[in-house]
């Protein structure tokens, strides 16, 4: 049985079943050569940012279906992403290690690299948009590590090491404390920016 399906010809889709040009639903718009990821809006709805598997991003107005900027090609795979829709901001890490930010509705890239020094693996802004927090894995003689990163100048402000890959990042409501997961089931909670461990060293095990 032949199978049904569309593939890519130019800015064309076309039907594996009729070789006739397939065309997407009202309302759809070609976004990307490969797989799209919606990553998020503006402050204000009127821009959204895509991500995709060819590795580049594209900034978009959304009343007209219009592409704003890009395809901005990524200097490596894209990994993970974090959005500050408040502030506009998308933050996106890089398989090279690196992370980079671009302003949603310009597309303007605004912050980077920061270094993590091996792949990330887990991406989040704090929610008062002051902090940036990255987690990677451990390769070769790169440790898996947590970095604090001031999100708007990219300075570094606290970094500490991981018993194993970072699993998942999260903020205090009052952008205070992070908790950090790894995949040996291990969690602990630090403040910021000073990068204290507030978790008894106990507590920092497998759960």
Not at 53 to 76: A, H
Not at 104 to 132: E, K, V
Request: proline letters at 5%; a neutral charge.
């Amino acid at each position: 049985m032949e199978s049904v399906g569309t593939r890519a010809s130019g800015s064309r889709l076309i039907s594996a079943l009729t070789s006739r040009p397939f065309s997407p639903p009202i309302g759809l718009t070609y976004a990307h050569a490969g797989s799209t990821i919606i990553l998020g809006f503006s402050n204000d709805g009127s821009r959204v940012v895509t991500a995709s598997d060819d590795d580049t991003l594209s900034f978009w107005d959304v009343s007209g279906g219009k592409r704003v900027v890009g395809p901005v090609r990524l200097e490596s795979q894209r990994l993970f992403f974090a959005v500050d829709s408040e502030r506009n901001r998308v933050a996106v890490s890089l398989v090279d290690g690196t992370v980079h930010l671009w302003e949603i509705t310009t597309g303007r890239h605004i912050l980077g690299p920061l270094h993590l020094g091996s792949s990330p693996l887990a991406l989040r802004f704090s929610p008062d948009g002051r902090w940036l927090a990255g987690g990677s894995q451990t390769e070769g003689n790169t440790v898996a590590a947590v970095k604090v990163w001031d999100a708007s100048s990219g300075e570094l402000r606290a970094s500490w090491p991981m018993r194993a890959w970072v699993s998942s990042l999260d903020f205090s409501a009052d952008s205070s404390r992070l908790l950090a997961t790894d995949f040996r089931r291990y969690w602990g909670v630090w403040a910021i920016p000073s990068g204290q461990l507030l978790t008894p060293s106990s507590q920092f095990s497998e759960v």
